[in-house]
């Protein structure tokens, strides 16, 4: 069976974020992680390779440094990795079109990738790929079982979870819960560095990039405010954040 793998490299969760001269987001300094969502994605890639028998192959676009988050997945166990090298700004179509077309020149039963990245919160580019590639999507899924070329996938819904059987091949999008991503080993991790890389470039796979959308500003949120007390006897201090809300934060 051939597994694959969109990955993304992120921001980490604990890193502070600041803006350059420009207004763009300065990454100088700023820890790069695999998106936590994509981790999902490689664990689950990883049991059913070694449930089913197969090879797992994970995917990613940026610049050279990108390949730390591919690096990490091989330590985790996958067996091979494309990076398509890139400094361009690509939005979730651009993005999109780069990866389906890598993944159209592969050999897979399954794709996995995080529902969504932590940096944009889009959750566009795994159902792009599943579009131009015209194969079935699965989202957020917190279950999947693969069996005589098809898929039951459970996935979240609003109130409760749904249950979904799909022919293979089909890309499914990785939410909490899915599994518990292992941590490389030592030996993983001197192992990753002798498994196989193919690095391509964006002109090497002659395909436009020009994004569909732009981000023309970005803009840090106000610093939070103190918060207030109500002092009072329980119905006085009711009658007086009711106040409060209505005329001060407007928000009843």
């Known amino acids: 069976m051939k597994i694959l793998v969109c990955l993304k490299q992120t921001f980490d969760t604990e890193a502070k974020i600041v803006l350059d001269g420009d207004g763009r987001i300065d990454n100088k300094g700023v820890t790069m992680i ?39 997945a091989l330590a985790m166990g996958a067996d091979k990795a494309v ?75 609003e109130g409760g979870s749904e249950v979904v059987e799909v022919p293979l091949p089909a890309v499914f999008t990785a939410q909490k819960g899915l599994n518990e991503p292992r941590y490389p080993s030592m030996k993983g991790i001197m192992k990753a560095k002798k498994k196989p890389m193919d690095k391509k470039t964006v002109s090497d796979l002659g395909v436009d990039v020009t994004p569909k959308a732009q981000a023309i500003s970005f803009s840090l949120p106000e610093a939070r405010q103190a918060g207030q007390v109500v002092p009072g006897e329980p119905a006085e201090a009711a009658r007086e954040l009711a106040r409060l809300l209505r005329e001060q934060a407007r928000v009843i």
């Not at 699965?138 to 996938?153: F, P, W």
């Open 83 to 157: 990076l398509v090298e890139t400094d361009a700004v690509m939005d979730e179509y651009s993005t999109a079109v780069v990866l389906a077309k890598v993944l159209g020149d592969m050999e897979y039963d399954v794709i996995l990738g995080g529902f969504r990245a932590i940096d944009d919160g889009s959750a566009q580019v795994m159902g792009r790929v599943a579009e131009v590639l015209n194969v079935p999507v699965v989202n957020v899924i917190t279950k999947l079982e693969i069996e005589d070329g098809k898929a039951v996938a459970t996935r979240e819904i």
């Open 34 to 72: 695999m998106n936590p969502y994509d981790e999902f994605a490689v664990e689950e890639a990883l049991q059913i390779s070694e449930k089913s028998g197969g090879e797992v192959t994970v995917i990613t676009t940026g610049g050279a440094k990108a390949q730390d988050a591919l690096r990490q």
